[in-house]
């Protein structure tokens, strides 16, 4: 009876094992087995991250200027946008003297943007939405109202050597004292300020009022990683870190920047006068940034963004890391703003060109990332062309990496004029009324349009802190979620388009690129390919995408998405078209699906 029992179990367990050897020869042939579908990727490889510009997103406690309860009341709109992070301009205590980028507490919130309650709500409102929240990190300067200065300015330690003070190099007769080499601060002008009361120069690479940190002190490096830790514990999810490049200067401050030689600035004030070899991107400012990298690698799913405006794609490429040492996740990607200033500059191949630039200068490994505007530069629609809204959009966010977009961006929103008597940016100010509209940044900052009642529904208060764009009453959201068609409704079937896994995972190729055409497909093998054409041109074309395509393509593709601007009957959504005749409008963005 025994025997026959083990007999029994021998059997089956022998039947058993042949059925699963069988099952798993059969799905490793046929290859057909799904892979587990596990989502392990970062949040910010898989979201849009979505700038906001804390005082003109939306005015909650009516005043004129946005705030912290106006963010988060607009937490449903950003969910239904479809982004997954959000990046928050400066909220932090500050005299506001470059709107917020001048703190003067770096671990309190401004009044004029609610209170620390007002911030724990909009985390935990955002979180419960799935939107994830990313503070701007000013670490390169300080207010002069920041209590740490005004101790340094008394030589009270420990905050004696907070920031970096220089004797005058000589003073002259009339007893001026002379700063102690030629740097120039980024808003024009000597970036030294002589201090009275210490008698002595202190060092500003933006304005008076932004004394830059001296990271050559411990206890300043000590600060400012409590700082980190300090938001990470309040459990936001991420740092965007500002004017990185400016972090060290040489030590040795007695050395003079020499003249750009290649260069046809000839107004020895302007920042661009000089070479900036003693002032940006010195070897010490990685090693504090890898020390903030490994501080974000304690908590789990932390994002690090780098602001580096450098025309030098190699040096920005540095912050990202390499292989065996992670820096930044990524620096911000600055060459859709800087290689294509204006329309005349934008073609099928600079597009290519500027594109391929950052793919092929990553570091092995790395992950890209697509910026068409923020505070600092202007609006993309009125740099580039109304008409190209809705094709930029679909190329940032179908492009592999993540996208970075603007406020008011899905919409289209444009630069407001801004007269010299309202001109707030410290930037334009110093320029003065004759040159302030050529550097002011006022223009792309102004509030986000989203209604037609008066002052586009930003606020009940009177007035704005800068003026509405006039625009606001055709282009405001609530006329484009009610439109049939509108550059909001092409956005959110973007971010939702996104979502699918070849946008997330799948190649790219440009299979087709002229000075009118600009082409990508993204496909993931036997599987789907996605096609988006965009016509640069300022003229509607018929095109031909076999003419000069380094793939075969198909004879037809089924349109996807259009840009706006096309109301033509033969591309709408869903329609079978002929790809040796394709009308595309000028501006436009056609995004097909193939069969390859
Ligand atoms: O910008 C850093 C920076 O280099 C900018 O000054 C940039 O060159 C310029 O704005 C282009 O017009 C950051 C912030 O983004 C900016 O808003 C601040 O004014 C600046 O730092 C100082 O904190």
Not at 170 to 181: F, I, M, Q, R, Y
Not at 200 to 224: G, K, S
Not at 284 to 308: C, G, I, N
Not at 346 to 355: A, C, D, F, P, V
């Amino acid at each position: 009876m025994e025997r026959r029992m083990i007999l029994g179990f021998l059997f089956a367990t022998l039947f058993v094992g042949v059925i699963i050897i069988i099952l798993v020869c059969f799905t490793a042939k046929n290859g057909k087995r799904p892979e587990p579908v596990i989502d392990d990727e970062p949040f910010w490889k898989r979201s849009v991250v979505f700038q906001v510009y804390p005082r003109s997103l939306y005015d909650g406690q009516p005043d004129g200027t946005g705030d912290l309860i106006g963010i988060r009341s607009k937490a449903e709109y950003l969910s239904e946008l479809g982004v997954g992070a959000v990046w928050l301009s400066p909220i932090y205590k500050s005299p506001m003297k470059d709107f917020g980028y001048d703190i003067s507490d770096f671990t309190d919130i401004d009044p004029i943007f609610g209170t620390m309650a007002d911030f724990n709500a909009l985390v935990n409102t955002f979180h419960n939405k799935g939107l994830k929240v990313v503070m701007d990190f000013v670490p390169n300067h300080s207010s002069d109202q920041h209590p740490w200065f005004q101790k340094s300015i008394k030589r009270q330690d420990p905050y004696t050597n907070y920031y970096i003070w220089a004797k005058p190099k000589n003073v002259l007769d009339d007893g001026t004292p002379v700063p102690p080499n030629n740097w120039l601060s980024v808003f024009r002008g000597s970036a030294w300020t002589w201090n009275k009361d210490r008698g002595e120069f202190y060092y500003h690479q933006f304005l008076a009022e932004q004394p830059d940190l001296n990271y050559r002190d411990p206890n300043v490096t000590q600060e400012m990683k409590k700082v980190l830790t300090f938001w990470l514990d309040k459990g936001v999810d991420g740092f965007r870190v500002d004017s990185l490049q400016h972090l060290f200067e040489v030590e040795d401050l007695s050395l003079d920047e020499p003249v750009a030689s290649d260069s046809d600035i000839t107004d020895p004030d302007e920042y661009n006068y000089l070479n900036h070899t003693y002032t940006i991107n010195q070897p010490e400012t990685f090693t504090v940034l890898r020390e903030w990298r490994h501080l974000l690698d304690k908590y789990p799913d932390k994002v690090l963004m780098a602001e580096v405006y450098n025309n030098n794609v190699d040096t920005v490429m540095q912050y990202y890391g390499n292989d065996t040492v992670s820096l930044a996740d990524f620096p911000f990607n600055f060459l859709l703003i800087d290689n294509l200033q204006n329309r005349s500059q934008l073609t099928g191949h600079t597009l290519r060109s500027t594109i391929g630039l950052w793919l092929d200068s990553m570091p092995e490994g790395k992950w890209p990332n697509w910026v068409l505007g923020n505070h600092d530069n202007g609006r993309v629609a009125s740099r580039l062309g109304t008409d190209l809204v809705d094709a930029l959009n679909m190329m940032t966010l179908l492009l592999p990496g993540t996208p970075v977009t603007y406020y008011g961006e899905e919409i289209g929103m444009e630069n407001t004029f801004v007269s010299w008597e309202d001109t707030q940016d410290p930037q334009g100010c110093r320029w003065g009324p004759q040159h302030y509209q050529e550097h002011s940044r006022d223009p792309a900052r102004t509030p986000m349009q989203w209604n037609n009642s008066s002052l586009a529904g930003f606020t009940t208060a009177n007035t704005t802190w800068l003026p509405v764009n006039p625009n606001y009453k055709t282009l405001n959201v609530e006329a484009q979620t009610k439109a049939k068609n509108s550059h909001l409704k092409i956005y959110k079937d973007l971010t939702k388009l996104r979502k699918e896994e070849v946008f997330k995972k799948g190649h790219y190729a440009f299979p087709l690129v002229t000075e009118d055409i600009f082409s990508f497909l993204r496909y993931v093998e036997e599987s789907e390919t996605y096609m988006l054409v965009i016509n640069t041109s300022e003229e509607d074309l018929e095109l031909n995408l076999h003419h000069g395509a380094n793939i075969e393509l198909p004879h037809t593709g089924q349109v996807v998405l259009r840009s706006i601007t096309d109301t033509s009957v033969k591309t709408e959504p869903g329609s079978e078209v002929d790809l040796s005749k394709l009308p595309l409008v000028r501006g436009e963005g056609l995004l097909l699906l193939l069969s390859l």
